[in-house]
């Protein structure tokens, strides 16, 4: 089964792949060698890829998502949603 994942990214309002979420914050900030990308600015200021990274962001597979099925946007006003970025956010920060 692939593991491809689509999401609702809503820094970038667009639809994205799980794994490019995590790929595109392990991006270097500011300045970049030649031929590399930056991070972009909606993932510096991001607070919802704790959900992406534990699996609590609302997906479809991709082949649903080519197929033409969206997933759902998540409601970051969520009690349960707010906690698990909390918790997130203080674990990262040790
Ligand atoms: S880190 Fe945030 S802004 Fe960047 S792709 Fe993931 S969810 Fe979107």
Do not use: W
Request: positive net charge; aromatic residues 6%.
């Amino acid at each position: 089964m692939s593991k491809e994942k689509m999401f609702y990214c809503i820094p970038q309002q667009a639809y994205m792949r799980t794994d490019n979420c995590q790929k595109l914050r392990k991006r270097p900030t500011g300045k970049v060698p030649a031929g590399a990308q930056p991070r972009l600015r909606a993932c510096e200021t991001c607070t919802m890829y704790p959900l992406v990274d534990t699996g609590k962001v609302p997906t479809v597979t991709l082949a649903a998502y080519l197929g033409g099925t969206r997933p759902e946007v998540a409601n970051l006003k969520s009690a349960s949603l707010r906690k698990v970025i909390e918790k997130h956010l203080e674990r990262e920060a040790g």
